[in-house]
């Protein structure tokens, strides 16, 4: 399996999809953990750069604990938009993955902007990743990949339709998250008042209380994107 996971942010996809992560890393899944925003406003105290550089350690950090590649996208954190530069980068980056199934943030349902964008260029890019005449640096992939959307922040307007067990691999994934030191502190905690491990340890709780399986204490969600080409069984492609 070949998979790959968008977020918006550094720690977006460690918070809503790293324990489904983990376990395709346990399966032995090629990983790539596509980080479209360089986190340069995330600091009361740092500079852009500094804080952008802190970031990217964070999320090679993260992403060596499951043994995926890290693609920096690097654009303008909170200033993501829709240019024929965004939809090129987000097609190339398909075609480097070259996955079974794609992760991303669901498009126009989130709090943050950049959230959406994500979403609505994963959209556009699994489909025009394929085509020849659309000229990238890597090569068109030969078959469209199954999408996914995960979770919103504590499920905020999203209504989850699959449900993975992540039981086996929770410590995994906020060993992962945790990387993300950087954002534990002020960030978080001072500006917003958020404890943010307590939100992805509780939220990952409800999810578990929904699915209703003996023996599943914690869970993430999903919903299959069903715009055509709806992959047959794509549900199938879930650890
Ligand atoms: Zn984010």
Request: glycine share 6%; proline share 5%; charged share 25%.
């Amino acid at each position: 399996m070949r998979v790959l996971a968008i977020g918006a942010h550094p720690d977006d996809v460690e918070f809503q999809i790293g324990g489904t992560l983990a376990k395709y890393s346990k399966q032995g899944s090629e990983i790539y953990i596509a980080v479209a925003t360089n986190g340069n406003i995330g600091s009361f105290r740092m500079s852009k750069e500094e804080i952008a550089e802190v970031r990217h350690k964070e999320a090679r950090k993260a992403a060596d604990l499951i043994g995926a590649h890290l693609i920096w996208m690097n654009f303008e954190d909170e200033f993501l938009i829709d240019t024929p530069k965004s939809r090129l980068k987000f097609i190339d980056t398909v075609r480097i993955a070259k996955p079974d199934i794609v992760f991303a943030h669901e498009p126009y349902n989130d709090y943050n902007p950049d959230h959406d964008m994500v979403g609505y260029l994963a959209f556009i890019a699994r489909i025009n990743a394929a085509i020849k005449l659309i000229e990238t640096d890597n090569p068109p992939i030969q078959k469209v990949p199954a999408l996914f959307y995960y979770s919103t922040l504590t499920f905020g307007n999203f209504i989850p339709e699959y449900y993975v067990d992540i039981t086996d691999a929770f410590e995994l994934k906020k060993k992962m998250f945790l990387c993300h030191d950087s954002q534990q502190g002020d960030w978080c905690k001072d500006a917003f008042g958020v404890k943010y491990l307590d939100m992805l340890e509780s939220q990952a709780r409800l999810a578990a209380s929904q699915a209703g399986t003996p023996g599943c204490e914690y869970a993430e969600v999903l919903k299959l994107c069903k715009s055509w080409p709806t992959i047959a069984g794509a549900y199938k492609l879930l650890p």
